[in-house]
C-alpha cells in the first residue's frame, strides 16, 4: 500500500465528518435525487476552512483524495435520529470541486500542473499535445565525443555542426 493510499485511508473518517457536520443539508438534498444526479459538488473553501491541510493536500493528490472523499460519501452513516432516509447507499456518486483558488488561463496550462486539480478558463477549441519547442540543442560528436550547443530557430528543423572546430 502506498503512502498516499494510505494517508487517503486514514482520511477518509474524516471526510466522514466533514460531511456529517459541514455538508449535510447538501448531502441530504443530493441523496434526495440520487442516482438521477450522479455528482454531489463540494465548495473547496469549505473543504479548506474544516481542514486547511486537507484542502492542500487535495490540490496536490487529487486522485487519492478524491478516492477517500468518495468513499466517506459511500460509506456515510445517516440514519441517526429521526431522519426518515432511503436505504440505498451512495458507493457509485461521484464527487466535483467546486470554486479553486487560482484559476489558470488555458493556454497557460504546462508541465507544472500535471497531477494536480486545477481549475481552467477559456474555451477549448481543439485537443492536441503541447508541443515543446527546442531553443538549444546539445549534439555529441561521434569521432571526439566533443558536446556542441547550437541555438536553434523555427520551424522546428534541427540545425547540427556537421564539422568541428578543431
Same mark, same amino acid.
Given at each position: 500500500?502506498?503512502?498516499?493510499?494510505?494517508?487517503?485511508s486514514?482520511?477518509?473518517?474524516?471526510?466522514?465528518?466533514?460531511?456529517?457536520?459541514?455538508?449535510?443539508?447538501?448531502?441530504l438534498?443530493?441523496r434526495?435525487?440520487?442516482p438521477?444526479?450522479?455528482t454531489?459538488?463540494?465548495?473547496y473553501?469549505?473543504?479548506?476552512?474544516?481542514?486547511?491541510?486537507?484542502g492542500?493536500?487535495?490540490?496536490?493528490?487529487?486522485?487519492?483524495?478524491?478516492?477517500?472523499?468518495k468513499?466517506a460519501?459511500?460509506?456515510?452513516d445517516?440514519?441517526e435520529g429521526?431522519m426518515?432516509?432511503?436505504?440505498?447507499?451512495m458507493?457509485? +456518486?461521484?464527487? +466535483?470541486?467546486?470554486d479553486?483558488?487560482?484559476?489558470?488561463?488555458i493556454?497557460?496550462i504546462?508541465?507544472?500542473?500535471v497531477?494536480?486539480l486545477i481549475?481552467?478558463e477559456?474555451?477549448?477549441? &481543439?485537443?492536441g499535445?503541447k508541443?515543446?519547442?527546442?531553443?538549444?540543442? +546539445?549534439?555529441k560528436?561521434?569521432?571526439c565525443g566533443?558536446?556542441?550547443?547550437?541555438?536553434? &530557430?523555427?520551424?522546428? &528543423?534541427?540545425l547540427?555542426?556537421?564539422?568541428?572546430r578543431?
Amino acid at each position: 500500500m502506498s503512502k498516499d493510499s494510505l494517508y487517503s485511508s486514514c482520511r477518509s473518517p474524516e471526510y466522514s465528518r466533514f460531511f456529517k457536520d459541514r455538508y449535510l443539508v447538501e448531502v441530504l438534498e443530493f441523496r434526495k435525487y440520487y442516482p438521477d444526479i450522479k455528482t454531489l459538488n463540494i465548495e473547496y473553501s469549505t473543504l479548506k476552512n474544516f481542514d486547511n491541510e486537507a484542502g492542500q493536500w487535495l490540490i496536490d493528490h487529487p486522485d487519492t483524495e478524491l478516492n477517500a472523499l468518495k468513499e466517506a460519501l459511500g460509506n456515510l452513516d445517516l440514519s441517526e435520529g429521526d431522519m426518515d432516509l432511503p436505504d440505498d447507499n451512495m458507493s457509485k +456518486a461521484e464527487i +466535483a470541486i467546486r470554486d479553486l483558488p487560482d484559476t489558470i488561463p488555458i493556454h497557460k496550462i504546462g508541465q507544472d500542473q500535471v497531477n494536480k486539480l486545477i481549475s481552467i478558463e477559456g474555451r477549448i477549441t &481543439r485537443i492536441g499535445t503541447k508541443d515543446q519547442k527546442l531553443t538549444n540543442g +546539445a549534439f555529441k560528436c561521434q569521432r571526439c565525443g566533443d558536446i556542441n550547443f547550437i541555438p536553434q &530557430r523555427v520551424p522546428p &528543423r534541427f540545425l547540427r555542426r556537421y564539422t568541428l572546430r578543431n
